[in-house]
């Protein structure tokens, strides 16, 4: 159980263009996701919070209108990299809790963004 | 604010042997969750070990186990009868008030045959 996907593995992509990554809690509802960006050999930075139906929240020096968020059901968010450009190529990795809060989240397997 | 330090960049260990990963951690809350987290070069996170900060009682599940010392802030893994597959890097991590987990820098560990 509390299985997490995310689509697609890898993507590459011209600069300008954008990107959208889904994620998905397979055999529960999640509550509430998180998305992450990781670079390489570096730990999980948390870019935004989001809950099902309501507006994510962004940490601090993650641009909004760069990285869209949308949270539209209990089992699936998707992260926009809206106007990409090679300083957004990135491993981004999502998670997801369930109705049990705060004890533990499930993370999605990442997605390897490649923006030429 | 709070911070979590991972002090050990990298490791090794043989095979078979013990190994103990360190991390401290510096909040002003008495109440929060704290995790050790695998990711190997899968880059899959997977949780390994979880403790809630008002048991007293260290977790153990299989081979892996902490030492969960609150008044130092301190929260360390140990690994015993080090296994290849162990090989990985590991995160330490922790859930305080605001359901956010926050991690370390991480610990690169090494398992030599």
């Known amino acids: 159980g509390a299985v997490v996907s995310q689509h697609p593995s890898r993507v590459i992509c011209k600069s300008g263009t954008s990107v959208k990554i889904e994620c998905r809690s397979l055999?529960?509802?999640?509550?509430?996701m998180f998305w992450y960006r990781q670079f390489p050999k570096q730990s999980l930075m948390l870019m935004a919070t989001s809950n099902e139906g309501s507006k994510a929240t962004y940490e601090q020096g993650v641009e909004k209108d760069k990285f869209l968020i949308n949270h539209a059901s209990l089992t699936l968010s998707t992260l926009t990299v809206t106007s990409a450009h090679p300083e957004d190529s990135s491993f981004y990795i999502c998670s997801a809790t369930g109705q049990g809060g705060r004890n533990e989240q499930f993370f999605g397997p990442g997605t390897r963004l490649t923006v030429l | 604010a709070q911070t979590v330090t991972q002090s050990q960049p990298e490791m090794s260990v043989q095979e078979a042997e013990t190994v103990t990963l360190s991390c401290t951690y510096d909040?002003?809350?008495?109440?929060?969750?704290l995790f050790w987290y695998k990711q190997p070069p899968s880059r899959q996170m997977i949780l390994v070990i979880r403790q809630e900060a008002y048991k007293q009682q260290n977790a153990t599940e299989n081979r892996f186990s902490v030492n969960f010392q609150k008044a130092a802030k301190s929260f360390s893994l140990k690994i015993s009868d080090s296994q290849l597959g162990d090989t990985a890097m590991y995160f330490c991590a922790f859930i305080f008030s605001t359901d956010k987990l926050i991690f370390g820098t991480g610990t690169r560990l090494q398992v030599f045959p």
């Open positions: 055999d529960f509802q999640a509550t509430t």
């Open positions: 909040t002003s809350e008495s109440n929060y969750y």
